[in-house]
């Protein structure tokens, strides 16, 4: 009976014999789309920002769910909510990193001068630059309907960012804002920073919604958006008592 079993197997054509498989092969089921990157145990939480962050500046706020970072990140769709708990958590996640870069930039920009009134000016210059580079997370960072900003990492970098801008304002003015002096401000103080930031955001937010390109069309040739935001900058610093 074994020799008349191992005659049959062997003479059975070649087409109804079934290959071994591999030993390290991986099932059809089990297999890796083209594509889909292989993340480690504790990286994906990262991954799925960065996933969100391009969905965000391709799609806009709109395109921007858990399931499109999800698709973007080659992942099931619970995984962002098993790390963000919703919409509202991801988003929050994605404007601290957005308010950190912002602040980093800012800080880098300041440290290219010496004078604190030429630190203010190239931080709000840094400050129009980060928006042009990033406009989709620039406006997510200021969408705080959208947001919870009592999420302690949103809250840290969002304060930090305020501080710096307070910070830069006040040396300009050859104050010294730091600690618990920004916890009490006075009237002008507080006005002076309002007003900093109230210039440098306006400009900002019409210079990415298109509304200054009437203003610089009428520009002088060879100057443009770097040109105005200096001169109009400046045109807010107080000129010294003529002699």
């Known amino acids: 009976m074994a020799r008349t079993s191992r005659e049959t197997t062997v003479g059975r054509p070649a087409a109804m014999r079934r290959p071994a498989r591999a030993a390290t092969e991986r099932p ?40 499109a970072v999800a698709r973007e990140a080659g992942v099931s769709h619970a995984a962002p909510t098993h790390h963000f708990g919703d919409l509202t958590g991801l988003l929050s996640e994605l404007a601290a990193i957005g308010f950190r870069r912002f602040n980093e930039a800012m800080i ?38 959208r947001l919870d900003m009592t999420r302690p990492s949103l809250h840290e970098a969002a304060t930090a ?4 801008l307070a910070t830069a304002v006040s040396l300009s003015r050859n104050e010294k804002l730091t600690g618990e002096a920004l916890e009490t401000l006075s009237l002008d103080q507080a006005a ?52």
Request: aromatic share 6%; no cysteine; hydrophobic share 45%.
């Open 28 to 67: 059809a089921s089990r297999r890796r789309p083209a594509g889909e990157t292989p993340y480690h145990h504790g990286d994906l939480h990262d991954a799925l920002l960065a996933a969100a962050e391009r969905v965000l500046e391709r799609d806009g706020l709109p395109g921007l769910t858990l399931r």
């Open 108 to 145: 880098a920009a300041g440290n290219t001068q010496t004078l604190p009134l030429m630190k203010a000016l190239a931080r709000a210059k840094a400050y129009v630059a980060y928006a042009q580079a990033r406009p989709g997370m620039y406006g997510l960072m200021f969408r705080t309907e």
């Open 161 to 164: 960012s305020f501080e710096g």
């Open 192 to 243: 002076a920073i309002a007003r900093a930031w109230s210039l440098v955001h306006g400009f900002t937010t019409l210079l990415l919604d298109g509304r200054l390109k009437d203003i610089l069309h009428r520009l002088p040739e060879g100057t443009g958006v770097e040109q105005l935001l200096d001169a109009m900058l400046r045109s807010t610093v107080p000129r010294p008592p003529v002699a």
